[in-house]
């Protein structure tokens, strides 16, 4: 993936550069700024939304002309020819002064970096957008689908396992075995007693397991998927 943020300069020192950020309403936007990078030079830029920059990536794609206005006002404008394209950003004028147009011409061959880099400010710009929540809830569900592949179960138990470092650091399934299937030893319960040994793994346990190296890290993760099995597919 292509740095962000991305700055592109011509034979001509004009800079092109590429940035997320965010407006005053907390929507997320690609700024795009051209620069004249001799002393004195002018400066003009254009916030795209994301939508705005897709069509743009689509545009430098398929070598179409195109032009995009931003909420001030401010415009986009790229003309693609065979040897090159030339980026045209326009700032708008206002009482104070005149637009102000910088003209920054990247080399076809350049182009395939430049479309990575729009699109990797682009997707940046939309993760920042779209709230922990929603991120978590697409997370859970690509989980989820995993399990369903492997084990059969989309929400399944877990258990915190003793592994080769004989310590409780590994998670596990949570093996269901019964009667003459559960191959589960009978253990010291450590007051007298004794209890299935469900910290151990057996033939008639399931296969799927990991180790975490860790007995806080595994205690978090059992309890972690072990919540998340319990609310069910309806959160």
């Known amino acids: 993936m292509s740095a962000v943020p991305y700055a592109y300069t011509d034979a001509q020192n004009h800079r092109l550069t590429f940035r997320p950020t965010t407006g005053a309403t907390g929507r997320q936007y690609v700024w795009v700024d051209a620069e004249n990078l001799a002393v004195g030079g002018a400066t003009a830029s254009a916030w795209l939304t994301i939508e705005q920059a897709r069509a743009l990536d689509l ?39 005149g637009p102000e147009t910088v003209r920054v011409v990247v080399l ?31 997370a859970r569900e690509a989980a989820a689908d995993m399990f369903e592949v492997e084990v059969g179960e989309r929400r399944p138990m877990w258990r915190v396992i003793y592994t080769d470092s004989e310590s409780p650091t590994g998670v596990a399934l949570v093996c269901t075995a019964e009667g003459a299937d559960d191959e589960h030893h009978v253990i010291d319960d450590g007051s007298g007693g004794s209890t299935r040994d469900d910290q151990g793994v057996y033939d008639c346990c399931p296969s799927t397991q990991f180790e975490t190296y860790s007995t806080v890290l595994a205690a978090y993760v059992v309890e972690v998927l072990n919540a998340d099995a319990e609310r069910g597919d309806s959160v």
Do not use: K, Y
Request: hydrophobic share 40%; net charge negative.
């Open 108 to 138: 076809t061959g350049r182009l395939p970096e430049v479309r990575l880099a729009l699109a990797a400010v682009a997707d940046q710009a939309e993760g920042a957008h779209r709230p922990a929540n929603e991120l978590l809830a697409e």
């Open 59 to 97: 545009t430098l794609a398929n070598r179409f002309a195109a032009e995009f206005t931003d909420h001030m006002g401010d415009t986009l404008g790229v003309r693609p020819a065979d040897d090159f394209t030339p980026f045209e950003v326009t700032r708008a004028g206002d009482d104070d002064e």
